[in-house]
């Protein structure tokens, strides 16, 4: 298999409407993104809603979720709705999905929270439904598009590894831990290791504001700053700093998909500063 090339996906943690999704979807393509995503959270944009309009505008770009909470939804209705979204985007949707893990937005929107072996067995179950249902569809042109598991445990990263086409992993870790993540992917794996595109996730790019460390504040509030600013997830410094360990990651990990976490109502990176670091990390 030919090596593969990196790409770089946006993902939009938006609260505005579809349309200025829209014009964040056409701003990311300019400078650079290849895939735009739209997260799932209750306080932020519908994750489905506007990935047909994207699709349609920016006919450069794939498009998808990073990731669905399967634990909010029903596999035969999330089914549905997903190869309603692949029959309208041209072949460039991919599907992400996640176990769901914060409990608050469950109590938020009324639902239980189920135990870690409950989700994962809900997220399994997704993606079997899922795959029926393309293979199943009444339009035997639809073409089934790639699903992409996120997560770092080992029974999550298993099934993923059995099942995914797509692993991005959410660990937050150092890139040591990393390292251990993807040696553990690739034991799991075996023959159908090198059929999987490694991605991964900068939950905080803070390349113009290095202060700016709230999103992993929330994430690991319990840990010391020194700590935080160790996590591969955190992306701070120079351009050329940043551009550097992507392509450590890169070429000494085989990650070749690099996720950007953005809250587009409060970019503590600009979009100069991601065209330079997509350019400068571009082999």
């Not at 460390?213 to 600013?229: F, G, K, N, S, T």
Request: contains cysteine; negative net charge.
């Amino acid at each position: 298999m030919a090596p593969r090339l990196p790409r770089f996906g946006i993902v939009l943690n938006a609260r505005g409407s579809v349309g200025d999704v829209v014009d964040d979807a056409r701003r990311a393509a300019d400078v650079g993104f290849d895939t735009i995503l739209i997260t799932d959270h209750l306080g932020f944009i519908s994750p489905l809603v506007p990935l047909a309009p994207i699709a349609a505008a920016v006919p450069s770009v794939r498009v998808g979720n990073c990731v669905l909470n399967s634990a909010f939804y029903r596999p035969a209705l999330l089914s549905r709705d997903l190869t309603a979204v692949a029959s309208v985007t041209d072949g460039r949707f991919e599907i992400g999905l996640g176990a769901g893990y914060v409990a608050d937005e469950f109590a938020m929107a009324g639902l239980p929270f189920p135990t870690p072996g409950q989700r994962l067995r809900l997220l399994t179950e997704h993606v079997d439904t899922i795959k029926s249902a393309f293979v199943e569809h009444p339009s035997r042109s639809l073409q089934a598009p790639p699903i992409m598991i996120a997560g770092s445990g080992d029974r999550l990263l298993t099934m993923a590894a059995q099942k995914a086409d797509i692993i991005t992993i959410g660990a937050l870790t150092t890139e040591a831990g990393l390292a251990e993540r993807v040696a553990y992917i690739k034991r799991q794996a075996g023959e159908r290791f090198d059929e999987i595109e490694l991605a991964f996730g900068f939950f905080q790019p803070s390349l113009d504001d290095p202060d700016d460390m709230r999103v992993i504040e929330m994430l690991a509030p319990e840990a010391a700053d020194a700590q935080r600013r160790a996590m591969a997830t955190v992306l701070d410094g120079s351009v050329t700093t940043a551009a550097d360990r992507i392509t450590r990651m890169r070429e000494d990990l085989g990650i070749t998909y690099f996720q950007f976490s953005l809250i587009t109502d409060s970019m503590s990176t600009s979009w100069d500063t991601l065209e330079k670091l997509l350019i400068a990390a571009r082999p």
